[in-house]
């Protein structure tokens, strides 16, 4: 049987993600946000525990009771079919937006592409090619995700919630050289504009 929470670097190395800053605090928006990420086609979740097998644990769905946990875990299909961990959390700033991420832990990433020591300087370049494999396919994610839920900006890249602010496009604009990768509602539709760095 394959391991794909309990594999002994699974959840270690922090996380590269989808960071969807959904505005100000609302259950409602929070609980519906969680229910289409994971409705999402290449994603099989929830559940509770990240130290227990999903095979062998209680497959949970998306309700108000979601919102007492930070995270919950399942299983992702990446767009080389290799299945490995991943995981939501939530953010809520005390004078801020919520923010929901899903994210794909880099113990996990590392046994399907060559993450090495990124994010650190030297290793950004060399992770050029399995990111663009990556961002693509978060961004699908993301624009799926705003088919059943507005939300202000998604960003893509590592930990990236909180780097950016939608209000800050709003007086600048999408910035001609940028990290991480952007994706901008406006109106019905959402533009991806892929990383530049």
Excluded: K
Excluded at 36 to 42: E, F, H, K, R
Excluded at 174 to 189: R, S
Aim: proline share 6%; hydrophobic share 40%; with cysteine.
């Amino acid at each position: 049987m394959a391991q794909y929470f309990t594999e002994a670097n699974t959840w270690f190395g922090g996380f590269y993600e989808l960071a969807l800053e959904l505005g100000s605090r609302s259950d409602e928006r929070l609980i519906a946000a969680l229910a289409a990420v994971w409705s999402d086609p290449d994603l099989d979740g929830v559940y509770l525990s990240d130290d227990i097998e999903p095979d062998q644990q209680q497959r949970l769905t998306i309700s108000a009771e979601s919102l007492r946990t930070d995270h919950l875990y399942g299983l992702a299909r990446l767009p080389n079919g290799v299945t490995i961990a991943c995981g939501t959390c939530i953010i809520r700033e005390e004078d801020g937006p919520d923010w929901l991420d899903f994210y794909l832990p880099l113990g996990a990433l590392g046994t399907v592409f060559p993450v090495g020591e990124y994010p650190l300087e030297s290793a950004v370049s060399t992770s050029r090619q399995w990111r663009e494999a990556l961002d693509p396919w978060l961004a699908t994610i993301g624009i799926r995700v705003y088919d059943r839920v507005a939300y202000r900006l998604g960003l893509i890249g590592f930990e990236v919630s909180g780097e950016m602010y939608a209000a800050d496009l709003l007086d600048t604009g999408v910035p001609a050289g940028h990290y991480p990768g952007l994706l901008w509602p406006t109106g019905e539709t959402v533009t991806y504009y892929p990383c530049t760095e």
